[in-house]
């Protein structure tokens, strides 16, 4: 079954820290992976997309890392700041279909506190 | 920012009534999509289109119903809304073609729905 689990599930962290959000996915055949920031009561906005061959990827403060061996990604943020506070949605797209078909995690609430 | 857009940002409406939520895009994409999130959930796939007069039922099982007969247009209407269908309603648009950018899904601010 294709499934994409995120930790933790929320996180709160204080403004100017560094913080690491994990992904991990059995997505088969696989595709490519994203990233998406989603602010409350708004659509998720993409901040990085990477295929089979990219190890890591970069957007700003954002930083994305992809291990396809293990089927596990991460994404760092550094320096946060109040305005990162959002639902951070793990991606992934399988080869299988010409839909492209979208397999979404739970998200990581982040909260950055002042 | 990407140019979609979905009216109402929120409505509020009673068991029984009829609903139409609408999304438009202007970028000229060919897939678009309509996906149902509960708080705290992951998206759901519930329609999507390869493009006009083309419509097709997603991963979750759902009573509404889409059309596609113009490509900026994709709105989703409920006959007869019910409290079930208190959620949060997202539309996307992707690019044709099967290269990797047109993989990007372009998501509107989405609808909130709640049904008393």
């Known amino acids: 079954k294709n499934q994409v689990e995120q930790s933790p599930q929320s996180l709160i962290i204080l403004e100017g820290k560094n913080c690491t959000l994990q992904?991990?996915?059995?997505?088969?055949?696989?595709?490519?992976l994203r990233w998406y920031k989603q602010d409350t009561g708004r659509g998720p906005v993409s901040l990085t997309i990477?295929?089979?061959?990219?190890n890591t990827k970069s957007n700003g403060r954002y930083t994305a890392t992809l291990d396809a061996d293990t089927k596990q990604s991460s994404l760092h943020i550094t320096a946060s700041q109040l305005s990162d506070s959002a639902s951070y949605i793990c991606?992934?797209?399988?080869?299988?279909?010409?839909?492209?078909?979208?397999?979404f995690g739970r998200g990581t609430q982040l909260t950055v506190w002042p | 920012e990407a140019d979609i857009y979905q009216t109402p940002r929120y409505l509020v409406i009673g068991t029984g009534k009829k609903i139409t939520l609408e999304c438009s895009q202007t970028?000229?994409?060919?897939?678009m999509y309509w996906y149902q999130q509960d708080p705290g959930m992951e998206l759901h796939l519930i329609h999507y289109?390869?493009?006009?007069?083309?419509?097709e039922k997603g991963d979750l099982s759902s009573e509404s119903t889409v059309s596609r007969i113009r490509t900026e247009h994709f709105p989703l209407t409920l006959e007869s809304a019910r409290p079930s269908h208190t959620s949060q309603y997202l539309c996307?648009?992707?690019?044709?073609?099967?290269?990797?950018?047109?993989?990007?899904?372009?998501f509107g601010p989405g609808t909130r729905l709640t049904v008393t």
């Open positions: 970028m000229g994409h060919d897939k």
């Open positions: 990477m295929t089979f061959s990219e």
């Open positions: 996307a648009s992707s690019e044709p073609g099967d290269s990797l950018p047109s993989y990007e899904q372009y």
């Open positions: 992904c991990n996915y059995t997505v088969s055949p696989f595709s490519n």
């Open positions: 289109s390869y493009g006009v007069n083309s419509t």
């Open positions: 991606v992934v797209s399988d080869r299988g279909s010409t839909l492209g078909r979208l397999y």
